[in-house]
């Protein structure tokens, strides 16, 4: 069965408040910042400069999931968390999955293609 | 001796609240939800596909070459402040304050149309430059993962032009409320994936 719920009603199930936001743009503009800056005045190069900024990403989508889209903070039961996890699981695989195997096709490719020259 | 079951609202444990999961308006989040999951799968494949031809450049000009920080710098920045005024409108929403919910709505309107006209911008530059995303495997990713992100944008723009007017229309009812409600997501979405566009296109294509 089916309720309709009052303006005032709905208006508690959305959970936005301006302390959230402030802290969400704060957090984002200086994570931003932070990697921006680190890659313009090149403080750091290869393998550690990748995981820094890539680190950098996550922790700013963690804040912007929290802060903005409010993950997590619905009423029991938490479908739309369930359903974020999941996503996240199949994301995983497909991005994760995606880059091994084509990584992997490319250096048998390559190796072949050396071999061939030689 | 058997006792009648009554299939009435009273026979329930406790009625004096509204079952906050079955009304439309979280059955509409919930559903909206998940077509953004769909969403940031469909993105993580383009992403995917980004990072494993990034390299292929068919012997034309490499991301170190293309891609300007400063830019993407700035279209970060406005789309940012862009889903804060977003926020803002949100929160004008729960005082009731319709003036300020379409003020800040048209803030993030000017911001999200500055965004799309920098990108467009960025585009016709590479374009005019003779790096199109027929030249390689590389720009056709690119112009791939980096358009649809703006198509998103610019389908944005269109559907707050239409809450904005339905708002002028109506003021602010459960409708109305329940549309902005949902605008806002997808717009913080927005903002979510280009944190990954910035990260993993720009910055890690000029180092």
Redesign the interface.
Known sequence: ???????N???K??H???KA?VI??LA??IL?AI??SI??TKQL?GTA??FT??G??LI??IF??LF??HVGQE?K?R??TV??F??VL??FI??LG??WI??DLNDRVMTNMATAKE | MIQPVYHTPEAHADTSFPDTHQDTFSKTVLGFWMYLMTDCILFAALFATYAVLHNSTFGGATSQELFSLPLAFTETMILLCSTVTCGFAMLASLKNRTTHIIGWLAVTFLLGATFITLELHEFKHLVYEGNSWRESAFLSSFFTLVGTHGLHVSVGLLWMSVVIGQLLYWGLTVHTFRRLVVFSMFWHFLDLVWIFIFTFVYLMGVI
């Not at chain 1, 069965?1 to 303006?7: F, G, I, W």
Request: proline share 2%.
């Open positions: 069965m089916s309720e309709e719920l009052s303006l009603e709905i208006k199930e959305w936005g408040t301006l936001y969400g743009f984002s503009l931003t990697s921006f890659v313009i190069s400069l990748v900024i890539v950098l990403a700013q989508a912007q999931l903005f889209l009423a039961p479908w739309e359903v974020f999941f996503m199949v994301l497909v991005a995606s880059l084509m990584s």
